[in-house]
C-alpha cells in the first residue's frame, strides 16, 4: 500500500493479456495490457469499474536518446506519429489512442492526457520500419485485447494436454509455452534467448544485458519443447 494505492496482477487464463487490477483512490481501475504474436503493437485497455468524477490520465513516454532535429511529429486528437527519415531507425512511431488531449512534446519526453471515454480508454504503439502509411488497421481500438486473447486461446488450444495433479503446474505448462511462443520471429521462425533488452549490467553503468539473439542451444531446447507439446506452427 502507498500513494499509488493497492494493486494485483495476474495473466487471464490461457493468453498473453496482463491484467492489473488496481485500487487509488476513490477508483477501482482495470488496465489489460497484451502485444499480438507478430505485430509491432502494444495495446493498454484501461476500464474505470467506479469511482466518480472520471479521472484523466497524464502519460509520460520518456525518451532513453534525444530525438535528433530531423524528427517529425504529427499530432491529431487521435494521437501522434513520430517519423524519423535521416538515422538508422527510419520509420514511422505511432502512439494512438481515441481520446489524447494536451500533447507536449520536448527533447527527453512525450506528454499527454488521455480522458476516458464512457469510462474506458484504449491505447496502442506501434511502429512501422517504412514511411508507407498504413491502410489497415487487424486491431480495432476497442476490440484489440478480446481479438488478441482469442488468438492466444486458439493458438494454445493445439498443444496437449497435461493431467497433472496440481492446478499451478497445469498453468506454468500454459504460461510457459504462451511465454516461447513471444519470443519466436513470426516472418522466419528465429526463437530469441530470452526478451531482456535494457537490463543494466551495474547501475548506474554504461553496459546494458541484451538476449535478442538467436542463439543455437537455446533455440534448439524451445524447438524441442514446441514439439513435445504439439505446438507446430
Known amino acids: 500500500s502507498s500513494d499509488y494505492g493497492e494493486f494485483q496482477q495476474r495473466y487471464l ?25 507478430s505485430q509491432n503493437l ?25 530525438l535528433p532535429p530531423s524528427t517529425r511529429f504529427e499530432i491529431t486528437q487521435n494521437g501522434i506519429v513520430i517519423e524519423e527519415t535521416r538515422c538508422a531507425a527510419t520509420g ?18 512525450i506528454t499527454y492526457e488521455l480522458a476516458p471515454r464512457e469510462n474506458r480508454v484504449t491505447l496502442k504503439l506501434s511502429y512501422t520500419d517504412d514511411l508507407k502509411p498504413q491502410t489497415t488497421n487487424p486491431y480495432p481500438a476497442q476490440d484489440a485485447i478480446q481479438i488478441c486473447a482469442g488468438a492466444d486461446r ?22 510457459a509455452l504462451l511465454t516461447l511462443r ?9 526463437i530469441l534467448a530470452a526478451a531482456t533488452a535494457s537490463f543494466p549490467s551495474e547501475i548506474g ?3 546494458n544485458w541484451d538476449y535478442r539473439y538467436c542463439w543455437v ?3 534448439c531446447y524451445t524447438a524441442r519443447a514446441f514439439n513435445l507439446a504439439g505446438c507446430h506452427q
Do not use: K
Open 182 to 190: 513471444m519470443l519466436t520471429y513470426e516472418p522466419t521462425g528465429a
Open 217 to 219: 542451444r537455446d533455440g
Open 92 to 109: 514511422r512511431l505511432f502512439c494512438t489512442s481515441e481520446t489524447l488531449t494536451n500533447t507536449v512534446v520536448s527533447e527527453h519526453a
Open 154 to 175: 486458439e493458438w494454445l488450444s493445439g498443444a496437449v494436454r497435461l493431467d497433472l495433479p496440481d492446478t499451478e503446474l497445469n498453468f506454468a505448462f500454459d504460461r
Open 13 to 37: 487464463s490461457g493468453t498473453n493479456v496482463l491484467e492489473t487490477d488496481w485500487l487509488v483512490a476513490a477508483y477501482r481501475i482495470i488496465i489489460r495490457d497484451t502485444m499480438p504474436w
Open 205 to 207: 553503468g554504461q553496459r
Open 42 to 66: 502494444l495495446v493498454r485497455d484501461i476500464r474505470i469499474e467506479n469511482g466518480s468524477p472520471p479521472p484523466t490520465f497524464l502519460v509520460r513516454m520518456r525518451l532513453t536518446n534525444p
